[in-house]
């Protein structure tokens, strides 16, 4: 995954100080937050303005995951293998699910979850 942009770290934490006003979930600095991790810096960039520029009162807010495209890799992949350990334990931060258009998923943060490998 990639990094968080400095601006946006330090916006999310000057905003803790301040009263809640995004009208979506999540809220669009996460929004953001979430792309940079996925999506292409410019990508990321442009979604993340279209979407704080309908965080107003023209538009009724809601919940409104991000969406990136994503190829998934080969199960069988050298990176997919070195979970065959019966003991270990794989963190899972974010779940993609499927829109239902080919290779586009919805990004969604698991807040306390891991998960343990049991192979087949």
């Known amino acids: ?4 942009p400095i601006v946006l ?3 999310q934490t000057i905003s803790k100080f301040t009263p ?3 009208r979506y ?3 669009c600095s996460e929004y953001a937050r979430w792309l940079f991790k996925f999506d292409n810096p410019l990508s990321a960039t442009l979604k993340s303005a279209k ?4 965080c107003n009162q023209l538009f ?3 919940i409104d995951y991000p969406k990136i495209k994503f190829s998934p890799p080969n199960l069988y992949s050298p990176k997919i293998r070195k979970f ?8 899972i931060e974010f779940w993609l699910v499927p829109t239902g258009k080919k290779d586009i ?3 969604i943060k698991d807040f306390d979850a891991t998960a343990t490998y049991i192979p087949a």
């Not at 995954?1 to 968080?4: A, C, H, L, W």
């Not at 979407?51 to 309908?54: G, K, L, N, S, T």
């Not at 065959?84 to 963190?91: G, H, I, P, T, V």
């Open 1 to 4: 995954m990639k990094k968080t």
């Open 20 to 22: 809640a006003s995004c």
């Open 84 to 91: 065959k350990d019966k003991n270990s334990k794989l963190r």
């Open 51 to 54: 979407r704080i520029a309908a």
């Open 105 to 107: 998923y919805y990004i």
């Open 9 to 11: 770290k330090w916006y």
């Open 60 to 62: 009724p807010g809601g």
């Open 25 to 27: 979930y999540p809220t």
